[in-house]
């Protein structure tokens, strides 16, 4: 076991120029942001932007 817990934020560099920070800060914030979930019937619609089935109706039932 450490000290840090995992989320702990990584240590900033002492020679850290002002775009590696911006790069770094922006990385995170991205990171903050909620995802959506991934694989599956969920996914092959989103990248599809259909509803999964509606391309082949004489599929259903």
Do not use: V, Y
């Amino acid at each position: 076991m450490t000290d840090q817990p995992d989320d702990a934020p990584a240590p900033i560099p002492e020679n850290e120029t002002p775009a590696q920070k911006a790069l770094r800060l922006k990385q995170a914030k991205i990171a903050a942001k909620p995802q959506p979930p991934r694989g599956g019937k969920f996914q092959r619609e989103q990248a599809a932007r259909i509803a999964a089935g509606k391309s082949k109706p004489w599929m259903t039932r």
